[in-house]
Every structure is written in C-alpha cells, then in structure tokens.
C-alpha cells in the first residue's frame, strides 16, 4: 500500500501491479495547543511501516488530544470516556504509535488533509485493502 499525503491518494499494489487506487484523507498539520503548554501538530508521520495488528469494529480509545480539543478535562488513562465505538468503520490497521487506517464517518472529506493523523478511506476501500494486506504487509507513507 502507498499513500500519498500530498494529493491525499492511496494505490494499492498487489506482485508490484496496480490493483486498487482512490482517495483517502491524511493528517491536517494544525497544531492544538493547552494553556499549560502541551501541544499536538495533526501529521501523517512518513516512511515505511508494517502492518502491525489488524482489527474489526474497533473501538477507538481517545487520546488527550481529544478531550482537550472539544474543551473537556482530560480523564484518567483507564476511564470509560476514553472508548468510543462506530467511529473508526468496520476496519483498522494499526500501523504503530497510536496510528492507523481506518474508515471514518465523514465521508465528504476524503481526499483532503483533515485529519489527526490517521489515514482514513472509505467503505469499500478499507474492506478492500483490510483483506489485501497481512500483519507485516508495507505501507509507504510520503
């Protein structure tokens, strides 16, 4: 699997053939700051991955980030808050330091920088490359 953050595009490849490609959504560069200090810069990290899990109906579970963007205390790591099921998509691939790629719920934003710095698709193509791809399967990310 390739993936282009420029044009926010994947091309799957299969024996070095092409055999799927379309649009995804990729890290927006926005940074989020706290009034203590902390900040997040939403990015796409770059280079060569493996896929390291694969999961179905995965449950996404919230970094502080999230509860710092929608201006709400930060719970403690273990907290019920933190899980928040459907709005991953059927799929996830876990590609290592919290990142993945997933589905997402806002479908109107594929092919744009939007977002945390996952790689979202749509439906069908995350069903696709989820049954394409293997646990140590490459993903390059540019």
Known sequence: L??????NLFHLYRNKKLIREGHCSSGSYKMLKTEEGRSWIFKTPKGKFRVLGKMTNPAWRRPDWAFVEEGLPIPPQD?????????LGEYAMALGDGYLIHGTLYKRFLGMPVTHGCVRLNDEDLEA????????SIVYIF
């Open 2 to 7: 390739v993936i282009n953050t420029t044009d």
């Open 79 to 87: 907290h019920p808050s933190r899980y928040e099921y459907g709005v």
């Open 129 to 136: 490359i989820f049954h394409a791809l293997t646990i140590g």
